[in-house]
């Protein structure tokens, strides 16, 4: 049997490739797809045949991207029925019918499609990627598609809906993970009710997002912003007539690539192609917070909003599949350590069981409520059933869940809505207060001996090298150096060669004892918080890390006397290159390339540490340039290091007047679009090579006349002198375009920063903006 297989898998290859010798994007009645055979759709986008998932030893029908490198799948055939190898055929069948058959000719899926057609039928795989059955005898009629039973993508062209006729509904459900297709837990689809509202559910039972209703130009909970509208790549509609109701798009522009997918995080996220990365890049997540998935973590699993992975297990249990929790899989969820036994008295159940307590949760909703007026009644009741899986006492009363306890998000603490839940464990897995004494004397000893060790060894090595171990006293925090007052004063010649001061101090050139690498000084101004929380903020600060944020090298903590220590930049700041003479003006390339670094800079600070950092002084003299030109932001974090909370009231800001939001101006709290619109007003100085204010005859503030120029399609107006005229137009019409959205009244007409790399990456593009308001009385003549 084993020498068998291989030659029935070659004979089928043989009646086979004689039809199929040449690319083609159709099946006639009859032929058959095998192995590693294609159909390609008629300009090449898409491809059909067989796949394996990842390191998955099992083979799918799909369809794929054929033009970009890094595959990835919009369509599955098989989805629950794998097939283990490639000796099986997908095969049009003479009646119309699309067919995977195993080596055994076993029928593994059909195409169930709704007629039969003539032997001119063919199954054809068009530019969108919609595969369809055609009837030869009449080609408009379609017979079957893949856009009817989409699996976890929606692209272009397709839809997802219900179809009144035959009462189909067509649901994105996800994959199990990376390298399993089956359908997973969570899926999007319309509302059953017949409204034009979407939802996203767990299990076809829990709903935990909501598009909102069709305004006729957007879903109310997915307005789409005017600097996107949308998006200029497609054009989302939603249509409900006698047989249909269903939303699709189309394209705007046929050179982006974009698809939205329900992944395996519960989250639809729309991904644009992005050429000069060759990967996909992220344009929108729903719900924006991963642990605002109904049971993301699965059983007992916990979500920790600013943790990587985000879901954990609490003492006690471990990943009840950790092969699916490596891939991001955490559906299973979390599995006691010990399993426990039922026990018919309380007293026999308190010697085998207690609660492991859990602080500051937000509680599950599927809670039991019991009438108990004690903490200690509480846990009685949930004692004394084997079914109670924990509880929880609060003002509202006392509350157990049975069996399974699902969606467990950690809250911060201290934070109003978190409580304390209690699970039910194993007494052998809750630690006592015995085991952890002894684990702190033990601990204690252990440090007391290494600490001796660590004194010998340090001054073994004073001894033997005193001059470098001078400078070597500093204490290490992550990897940033402490110093002292002293070294630093030496380090500076006295704080005698000042590079520059700003808002929150003056910076001095330094030279490194040990390396003899120049570094840059920066002697803080205004600082109100003590020592131990200016420490803590400074080592914050330090591992924050990004190619287009300055390096913290190390601090000094001294009473009243705070200093940080930076990487020097070798060509100063932007500012200083700006309004300079022929001679230093930097070029267009080097322009662009500095506005899509900062943008990037601004992004991570935004969006991507742990919590949102605000900048609050965007500003060409924060920016600074390495030996490439490449551009670092400097003084991020400074709310924080200062002990000032800058989104509160005008009083505490130290931003720059002319790069001020007005919401900032008129005393409102900010948000990261302050930094947009600082960003804009800096932008159109970029390109101008002229600050945003001028005094001549008359005063201008420049970003009103250029805002004027950029609506009227002058973009050359705008354009600095010195260059010539030697441009990229593209880019100077994007710079251009993203600075004046950037710069508008209403912060949430202003995109954010994420959204300006895309746009500034190519992934997407700007309508014209208008000029903002506030702005118009400004604009001369």
């Known amino acids: 049997m084993a020498l068998l297989l291989p030659l029935v898998f070659f004979v089928q290859m043989l009646t086979s490739c004689a039809s199929l010798s040449t690319a083609t994007d159709a099946l006639s009645p009859g032929q058959s797809l095998f192995g590693n055979q294609t159909l390609v759709s008629k300009e090449g986008n898409f491809a059909l045949g067989f796949f394996s998932p990842g390191k998955s030893l099992k083979f799918y029908v799909g369809i794929w991207y054929k033009k970009i490198p890094k595959q990835t799948v919009i369509w599955v055939a098989n989805r629950e029925k794998p097939i283990p190898n490639l000796s099986a055929e997908l095969k049009f069948s003479n009646d119309g019918h699309l067919l995977l058959l195993d080596h055994l000719k076993n029928l593994i899926w059909a195409s169930n499609s709704t007629r039969h057609a003539s032997n001119s039928s063919a199954a054809v795989l068009l530019d969108n990627g919609n595969l369809i059955l055609r009837d030869g005898a009449n080609p408009n009629t379609v017979t079957w598609q893949s856009f009817d039973h989409p699996t976890d993508t929606y692209v272009p062209e397709s839809w997802i809906g219900m179809n009144k006729v035959t009462g189909e509904y067509q649901t994105l459900t996800s994959w199990k993970n990376s390298e399993d297709p089956s359908p997973g837990f969570f899926s999007e689809t319309i509302d059953p009710n017949g409204t034009s509202e979407f939802f996203l559910e767990w299990n076809k039972s829990e709903r935990y997002w909501r598009s909102g209703l069709w305004t006729g130009n957007y879903f109310a909970a997915v307005p789409i912003l005017p600097e996107m509208r949308p998006h200029t790549i497609i054009t989302i509609t939603y249509v409900d007539n006698k047989d249909r109701r269903y939303t699709t798009s189309t394209y705007r522009d046929r050179s982006k690539i974009t698809r939205q997918v329900m992944d395996v995080s519960g989250q639809i996220k729309q991904w644009v192609w992005s050429e000069s990365a060759q990967d996909w890049a992220l344009f929108f997540t729903r719900p924006s917070s991963q642990c605002d998935v109904y049971s993301v973590c699965g059983p007992f699993g916990i979500c920790y909003e600013k ?436 710069i508008q009244d209403n912060e949430v007409d202003r995109p954010s920063m994420g959204q300006v790399v895309q746009v500034l990456e190519n992934v997407v593009e700007l309508n014209v903006p208008p000029v903002p308001g506030s702005l118009q009385c400004f604009i001369q003549g």
């Not at 036994?341 to 026999?348: E, V």
């Not at 070029?587 to 991507?608: D, F, P, S, V």
């Open 307 to 742: 943790s990587m992975p985000v879901c954990k297990c609490a003492n006690g249990f471990s990943p009840a599949s950790s092969r699916d929790w490596e891939l991001n899989d955490w559906s299973s969820g979390c599995t006691r350590n010990t399993k426990l036994q039922c026990r018919n008295s309380i007293s026999d159940a308190q010697q085998d069981v207690g609660f492991l307590k859990l602080q500051s949760i937000l509680l599950p909703s599927n809670a039991i409520s019991v009438n108990s007026n004690k903490v200690e009644d509480c846990r009685s009741v949930c004692l004394n059933d084997c079914s109670c899986a924990a509880y929880a006492y609060n003002s509202s009363g006392c509350f157990i869940w049975n069996e399974e306890v699902r969606n467990l998000k950690q809250l911060d603490q201290g934070d109003d809505m978190g409580d304390t839940l209690y699970v039910r464990l194993a007494a052998s897995d809750i630690p006592s207060s015995s085991n952890t004494k002894r684990t702190s004397i033990i601990l204690a000893c252990a440090a007391a001996a290494v600490g001796l060790g660590a004194a010998l060894l340090i001054l073994i090595y004073l001894s033997l090298r005193y001059k470098k171990a001078r400078f070597n006293r500093h204490q290490l925090e992550g990897s940033l150096i402490r110093f002292t007052y002293a070294e630093l004063q030496n380090m500076t010649k006295n704080f005698s060669d000042k590079l520059g001061s700003g808002g929150f101090g003056s910076v001095y050139r330094a030279t490194m004892p040990s390396s003899g690498a120049t570094v840059a000084v920066k002697r803080l101004e205004g600082v109100r918080q003590g020592e131990k929380q200016f420490r803590t903020e400074v080592c914050t600060l330090g591992l924050i890390q990004h190619i287009n944020l300055i390096r913290l090298c190390g601090f000094c903590a001294e009473g009243d006397k705070k200093l940080l220590v930076y990487d020097f930049m070798q060509n100063g700041s932007l500012d200083s290159w700006l309004c300079e003479d022929l001679h230093r003006a930097l070029g267009w390339k080097t322009r662009y390339e500095i506005a899509i670094g900062i943008a990037r800079g601004l992004a991570y600070l935004h969006e991507n540490c742990r919590e949102c950092i605000i900048h609050c002084d965007i500003k060409p003299e924060n920016i600074l340039l390495d030996e490439s030109y490449s551009p670092k932001l400097a003084d991020f974090g400074m709310a924080k290091l200062l002990g000032r909370d800058f989104s509160r009231v005008l009083t505490t800001m130290r931003g720059t007047i002319g790069y001020l939001a007005p919401e900032w101006i008129s005393g409102m709290p900010i948000t990261p679009k302050a930094d947009v619109f600082s960003f804009g007003a800096m932008l159109i100085e970029i390109i101008s090579g002229k600050r945003n204010k001028d005094q001549g005859d008359e005063f201008l503030f420049f970003p009103a006349w250029a805002a004027n120029k950029v609506s009227q399609g002058e973009v050359l107006a705008v354009l600095d002198e010195k260059l010539k005229g030697d441009v990229n137009m593209n880019q100077l019409i994007t710079l251009c375009r993203v600075s004046c959205w950037c």
